[in-house]
């Protein structure tokens, strides 16, 4: 976030953020108003990375109850920060399978109260929350769009866990897209 506090007065439209002659990002300036406020990405630090592991469960994650099928799906995310000193307001977003067919259930069991919430943020672990996410054109709970804020990642590796069943009658062929 920049926030422009000087007496100028900057044009609405289009950054764009170069890095040693490459494109690294766009921005835009909506407002302006003063004083001025821009989000804007200033490039990848590689000494933060983030690893995605997806599974489904099998047995015994795995039941047929009414002829329904439900599976369990878990996403761990792992931010490895390798700088002496903690990085701050890390923010990770992630999202849930939307089905398009209405026999198709998607339930989020973790993080944990996310699912019971419409706004706000539900605590993770120390300096890490959960929310729906707000930004983007995709945003919210209908949406399926939500992250974690980490205030401060520690030097080493922090784990962030997501996990929803799959509900579906039993036989039903589906995937995500």
């Given at each position: ?75 761990t995310t792992t931010i490895k920060n390798t ?11 992630t999202s849930l399978p939307l089905p398009a ?77």
């Amino acid at each position: 976030e920049i926030t422009n506090t000087s007496n100028y007065v900057l044009t609405p439209g289009t950054i764009h953020t170069y890095l040693d002659g490459k494109h690294i990002s766009d921005s835009t300036i909506t407002s302006v108003n003063q004083p001025q406020t821009i989000q804007c990405s200033l490039g990848v630090d590689p000494a933060v990375t983030t690893q995605f592991n997806r599974t489904v469960g099998s047995l015994p994650n795995f039941s047929v109850l009414n002829g329904k099928a439900i599976t369990t799906h878990t996403i761990t995310t792992t931010i490895k920060n390798t700088h002496r000193n903690p990085v701050r307001n890390v923010i990770v977003r992630t999202s849930l399978p939307l089905p398009a067919d209405p026999r198709v259930t998607v339930s989020l069991q973790e993080p944990e109260g996310l699912a019971d919430i419409d706004s706000g943020t539900v605590r993770v672990e120390d300096g890490c929350y959960a929310g729906w996410s707000t930004s983007g054109d995709r945003a919210g709970k209908n949406d399926g769009l939500f992250e974690w804020v980490c205030s401060s990642v520690e030097p080493g590796s922090r784990v962030l866990k997501a996990v929803w069943y799959v509900t579906a009658p039993h036989g039903l062929s589906f995937t995500e897209q």
